[in-house]
C-alpha cells in the first residue's frame, strides 16, 4: 500500500472557535485549500500578526509536513494535540494523530508509528467508541507492528563525493534512468522513480536477493494491480556509500499503465530522501551525491511532497504552476485543469491530436533563476479525478535529459537546472 500522508480537509472545523480576522483568515483559507507553496512563502512573513497560537502551530505542522521535516512537523503536532484538542474536535484530533505516525514511519521508525496509534485506538472504549471506526488507525497501527523489528535505514558513506554511472535506457517508448546497485555480492539495475515513495523489487528480483518477507500488503498503487508483499534489503552498496535496512515493496513487476515494460528494482523518495541531494549529469551519464549540500538559491524552495509525490513550483510568465515530477513519467505534459484556465488560447494556438489532446508548439517556463522552453507540449482536455493528475502537469524524463546538471536536493527542498 502506498504510504501516504492524509488529506486533511478538516482545517475549516478546527477554526471554526476562532474569531480570526485578515491575516488569520486569509491563511486559514490556504490551510482549506492545501495551497502549501503559497502557504510556505507568505506564513514567515506574515507569522507576527497571527492572532490564533492554534492556528499558527497547525500551520507550521503541515508546512514542515509537506517540506520534508517530519521531526519538526511532530513536535508541531504535539504542540497541538497537548494544547488545543478542544478547538481542532475529535475528528481533527485524529487525522492529526494518524498524521504523526506517518511521520515516525517516514523516519523509519515503525514501533513508534504503531504505538502511537495503538495508544489511540485503546483510548477509545472510555468514550464507547468501537476500534473498527477508525480503519486508517487500525491499519497503521497493525502495518507497522509487523516490520517494527526492522531498524531504521541508514546510510554510511565517505568524506568526500561519491560519482557512480548513470544509464539512461530506452524503454522503446522514452528514456528511464538506472544506476548500478549491489546486493549480496551481485550487481542490479535499479531505475530512479521519483514517482513512488518506496523501494521496489518484482516478485523475481526479490527471490533471487533473497529477501525476507514480513508480510502480505494491500495493492501497490502506483507499480501494478497485485497485492504487494513487505521485506527489507539489508545492505546495498551505491559505489562508495553502504545502505542498511531498505524497507522493500515487493510486488508485480509491471509500471501501472505501460503494461509492455518490465521494471524489476526501483529506487523510490524513500532512497532521495536518506541521501538528501543528488546531483544528475544527463549528458555526462553520471550522478553525484555531494558531501557538501548545495547551498538554497535565493528564489527559496520549489520543491514539496503531498500524498508521497513530488510537485515542483515553476512560473510560466507571471503564471504560478505546479507539477509533477516524475522520472518514470517518459515525456511532460500539461493537465485538464491547465486546459481550463488557458482553453482559449490552447485551441487558438494548438493542434489537436485526438478528442482530449491538444498539443502547444512551447512552453515558456522559469524554474528558480533558470528560463527555458518545453516543446511540443500535450494538453489533456480530459478531467480526471485521480492523484495522478493534480496540479497543472507533469514533467518527466524529457525534462531531465535536456539539462548538463540537474540537482534536487530534499534536506532544502529545491530543484536547480543547469
Same mark, same amino acid.
Given at each position: 500500500?502506498?504510504?501516504?500522508?492524509?488529506?486533511?480537509?478538516?482545517?475549516?472545523?478546527?477554526?471554526?472557535?476562532?474569531?480570526?480576522?485578515?491575516?488569520?483568515?486569509?491563511?486559514?483559507?490556504?490551510?482549506?485549500?492545501?495551497?502549501?507553496?503559497?502557504?510556505? $512563502?507568505?506564513?514567515?512573513?506574515?507569522?507576527? %500578526?497571527?492572532?490564533?497560537?492554534?492556528?499558527?502551530?497547525?500551520?507550521?505542522?503541515?508546512?514542515?509536513?509537506?517540506?520534508?521535516?517530519?521531526?519538526?512537523?511532530?513536535?508541531?503536532?504535539?504542540?497541538?494535540?497537548?494544547?488545543?484538542?478542544?478547538?481542532?474536535?475529535?475528528?481533527?484530533?485524529?487525522?492529526?494523530?494518524?498524521?504523526?505516525?506517518?511521520?515516525?514511519?517516514?523516519? +523509519?521508525?515503525?514501533?513508534?508509528?504503531?504505538?502511537?496509534?495503538?495508544?489511540?485506538?485503546?483510548? *477509545?472504549?472510555?468514550?464507547?467508541?468501537?476500534?473498527?471506526?477508525?480503519?486508517?488507525?487500525?491499519?497503521?497501527?497493525?502495518?507497522?507492528? $509487523?516490520?517494527?523489528?526492522?531498524?531504521?535505514?541508514?546510510?554510511?558513506?565517505?568524506? /568526500?563525493?561519491?560519482?557512480?554511472?548513470?544509464?539512461?535506457?530506452?524503454?522503446?517508448?522514452?528514456?528511464?534512468?538506472?544506476?548500478?546497485?549491489?546486493?549480496?555480492?551481485? $550487481?542490479?539495475?535499479?531505475?530512479?522513480?521519483?514517482?513512488?515513495?518506496?523501494?521496489?523489487?518484482?516478485?523475481?528480483?526479490?527471490?533471487?536477493?533473497?529477501?525476507?518477507? @514480513?508480510?502480505?500488503?494491500?495493492?501497490?498503487?502506483?507499480?501494478?494491480?497485485?497485492?504487494?508483499?513487505?521485506?527489507?534489503?539489508?545492505?546495498?552498496?551505491?559505489?562508495?556509500?553502504?545502505?542498511?535496512?531498505?524497507?522493500?515493496?515487493?510486488?508485480?513487476?509491471?509500471? %501501472?499503465?505501460?503494461?509492455?515494460?518490465?521494471?524489476?528494482?526501483?529506487?523510490?523518495?524513500? =532512497?532521495?530522501?536518506?541521501?538528501?541531494?543528488?546531483?544528475? =549529469?544527463?549528458? $555526462?551519464?553520471?550522478?553525484?551525491?555531494?558531501?557538501?549540500?548545495?547551498?538554497?538559491?535565493?528564489? +527559496?524552495?520549489?520543491?514539496?511532497?503531498?500524498?508521497?509525490?513530488?510537485?515542483?513550483?515553476?512560473?510560466?510568465?507571471?503564471? /504560478? *504552476?505546479?507539477?509533477?515530477?516524475?522520472?518514470?513519467?517518459?515525456? @511532460?505534459?500539461?493537465?485538464?485543469?491547465?486546459?481550463?484556465?488557458?482553453?482559449?488560447?490552447?485551441?487558438?494556438?494548438?493542434?489537436?491530436?485526438?478528442?482530449?489532446?491538444?498539443?502547444?508548439?512551447?512552453?515558456?517556463?522559469?524554474?528558480?533563476?533558470?528560463?527555458?522552453?518545453?516543446?511540443?507540449?500535450?494538453?489533456?482536455?480530459?478531467?480526471?479525478?485521480?492523484?495522478?493528475?493534480?496540479?497543472? +502537469?507533469?514533467?518527466?524524463?524529457?525534462?531531465?535529459?535536456?539539462?548538463?546538471?540537474?540537482?534536487?536536493?530534499?534536506?532544502?527542498?529545491?530543484?536547480?537546472?543547469?
Amino acid at each position: 500500500m502506498r504510504l501516504k500522508f492524509i488529506v486533511l480537509l478538516f482545517f475549516v472545523c478546527a477554526i471554526t472557535g476562532v474569531k480570526a480576522q485578515g491575516v488569520d483568515e486569509y491563511m486559514s483559507g490556504l490551510l482549506e485549500d492545501a495551497d502549501w507553496f503559497e502557504l510556505e $512563502e507568505v506564513y514567515f512573513r506574515k507569522k507576527a %500578526e497571527m492572532q490564533s497560537d492554534m492556528l499558527k502551530q497547525l500551520t507550521e505542522a503541515m508546512l514542515h509536513a509537506h517540506f520534508n521535516q517530519p521531526e519538526a512537523a511532530i513536535n508541531s503536532l504535539d504542540t497541538l494535540l497537548s494544547y488545543h484538542q478542544n478547538e481542532l474536535g475529535f475528528n481533527s484530533v485524529s487525522d492529526l494523530i494518524a498524521l504523526k505516525s506517518r511521520l515516525y514511519a517516514e523516519q +523509519g521508525l515503525y514501533q513508534d508509528a504503531s504505538d502511537n496509534c495503538a495508544h489511540f485506538l485503546n483510548q *477509545l472504549a472510555a468514550f464507547n467508541v468501537s476500534k473498527d471506526s477508525f480503519p486508517t488507525h487500525l491499519f497503521i497501527q497493525r502495518h507497522y507492528d $509487523e516490520i517494527a523489528y526492522i531498524p531504521k535505514p541508514g546510510i554510511i558513506r565517505p568524506d /568526500r563525493d561519491v560519482e557512480i554511472p548513470l544509464e539512461i535506457k530506452n524503454s522503446g517508448l522514452g528514456n528511464l534512468m538506472y544506476i548500478p546497485v549491489t546486493v549480496h555480492g551481485k $550487481e542490479y539495475h535499479f531505475m530512479f522513480d521519483t514517482g513512488i515513495d518506496f523501494t521496489y523489487l518484482s516478485d523475481r528480483m526479490a527471490k533471487e536477493m533473497n529477501i525476507h518477507i @514480513s508480510y502480505e500488503s494491500d495493492e501497490i498503487k502506483g507499480i501494478g494491480k497485485e497485492v504487494g508483499k513487505i521485506g527489507a534489503i539489508d545492505s546495498m552498496q551505491i559505489g562508495d556509500m553502504k545502505i542498511k535496512d531498505v524497507l522493500v515493496m515487493v510486488g508485480t513487476s509491471a509500471i %501501472e499503465g505501460n503494461e509492455a515494460f518490465q521494471v524489476d528494482a526501483i529506487l523510490g523518495l524513500d =532512497f532521495f530522501r536518506l541521501v538528501g541531494e543528488i546531483q544528475f =549529469f544527463p549528458k $555526462e551519464g553520471k550522478v553525484v551525491f555531494p558531501i557538501n549540500r548545495t547551498k538554497r538559491p535565493k528564489s +527559496g524552495r520549489n520543491l514539496m511532497i503531498d500524498h508521497n509525490r513530488l510537485y515542483l513550483k515553476a512560473y510560466s510568465g507571471k503564471e /504560478r *504552476l505546479i507539477f509533477q515530477m516524475n522520472t518514470s513519467d517518459l515525456s @511532460s505534459g500539461l493537465y485538464y485543469p491547465y486546459y481550463m484556465k488557458h482553453e482559449k488560447l490552447i485551441e487558438s494556438k494548438g493542434t489537436k491530436e485526438s478528442m482530449n489532446v491538444y498539443r502547444l508548439p512551447q512552453l515558456p517556463l522559469k524554474i528558480g533563476k533558470k528560463k527555458l522552453k518545453l516543446k511540443h507540449v500535450p494538453v489533456s482536455t480530459e478531467k480526471m479525478a485521480t492523484i495522478h493528475q493534480n496540479g497543472d +502537469g507533469a514533467l518527466g524524463m524529457d525534462f531531465i535529459t535536456q539539462f548538463k546538471k540537474v540537482v534536487i536536493n530534499f534536506d532544502q527542498m529545491f530543484v536547480e537546472v543547469k
